[in-house]
C-alpha cells in the first residue's frame, strides 16, 4: 500500500525568506502524481502544485518549487520570498497514474507553517 | 467558473442519528471525491463516484453511502452516526479523462460534530 509522510509537524520562517517542507513516499508504481495542498484556518484545501512522476523537471508555480526526487522517493516543497498569507497547514498528497482505476489521493500528516513578521 | 461547494457548513448531530451532507462538482467535473479529516489528521478517502456508480472505497464501514446525481452533484450519508465520525467532511471534484485531468479541486466542507 501507497503511503505518504511528513515528518515536520511544524514549521517557522521569517517573513521575505525561504523554507522547505519535506514528504516522503512509498510506493511500487513507476507512474504516479504528487501534490501539495494549502489549508488555510478557513479550511478550503487549495491545491499548491502538482508534479507528474514521468516528468524528471521539476514543477514550479511563481514563488513555489518542488524537489522531486524519484529514486529516494522525496517530493519537498520550496516556498521563497515567504509571505504573511502563507502561514497554513500544507500537505503532500500521492495519487497513482491514470490505468489505475481509482483515483483517490493519499495525504499525509501535514506541516503546520507559521510566517513571521 | 463555479467551484466546488459544499453543505450546510456546520452540522450537528447525537449518537446514532443519521446525516446528509451534499456537494456541487466544478463545471465540467464528472467525478467526486469525499474525504473524512479528523482534528490534526490528514483528510482520509471515504469513496469516489464516477457517472453514478462507486469507484472505489476506503477502509470506511457500510453505514457509510454516497449517491451521485446525474449533474454530477453528490450526497455522503452517515447511518447510526459516532461519537468518532466528528471531523471535517471534504468533497473533491475532477474530470477522469486521461492524463492531465487527474487534479482533484476541493470543496470549503462541513463540520460534523456528534455529541
Known amino acids: 500500500a501507497q503511503t505518504v509522510t511528513q515528518s515536520q509537524p511544524e514549521m517557522s520562517v521569517q517573513e521575505a525568506e525561504t523554507v522547505t517542507l519535506s514528504c516522503t513516499y512509498d510506493?511500487?508504481?513507476?507512474?504516479?502524481?504528487l501534490f501539495w495542498y494549502k489549508q488555510p484556518p478557513s479550511r478550503q484545501m487549495i491545491l499548491v502544485i502538482r508534479q507528474e512522476a514521468y516528468k524528471q523537471q521539476n514543477a514550479t508555480e511563481n514563488r513555489f518549487s518542488v524537489n522531486f526526487q524519484k529514486a529516494a522517493k522525496s517530493f519537498s516543497l520550496k516556498i521563497s520570498d515567504s509571505q504573511l498569507g502563507d502561514a497554513a497547514m500544507y500537505f503532500c498528497?500521492?495519487?497513482?497514474?491514470?490505468?489505475?482505476?481509482?483515483?483517490?489521493?493519499?495525504f499525509g500528516t501535514g506541516t503546520r507553517l507559521k510566517v513571521l513578521a | 467558473e463555479t467551484g466546488v461547494t459544499q453543505s450546510p457548513t456546520h452540522l450537528i448531530k447525537t449518537r446514532g442519528q443519521q446525516v446528509t451532507l451534499r456537494c456541487s462538482s466544478q463545471s465540467g467535473h464528472n467525478t467526486v471525491s469525499w474525504y473524512q479529516q479528523a482534528l490534526g489528521q490528514g483528510p482520509q478517502f471515504i469513496f469516489q463516484y464516477y457517472r453514478e456508480e462507486e469507484n472505489g472505497r476506503g477502509n470506511f464501514p457500510p453505514r457509510f453511502s454516497g449517491l451521485q446525481f446525474p449533474n454530477y452533484s453528490s450526497e455522503l450519508n452517515v447511518n447510526a452516526l459516532e461519537l468518532d465520525d466528528s471531523a471535517l467532511y471534504l468533497c473533491a471534484s475532477s474530470f477522469a479523462g486521461g492524463r492531465g485531468q487527474e487534479t482533484q479541486y476541493f470543496g470549503p466542507g462541513t463540520r460534523l460534530l456528534v455529541l
Open positions: 498528497a500521492y495519487r497513482r497514474g491514470p490505468t489505475s482505476g481509482t483515483y483517490k489521493y493519499i
Open positions: 510506493t511500487s508504481e513507476s507512474d504516479y502524481y
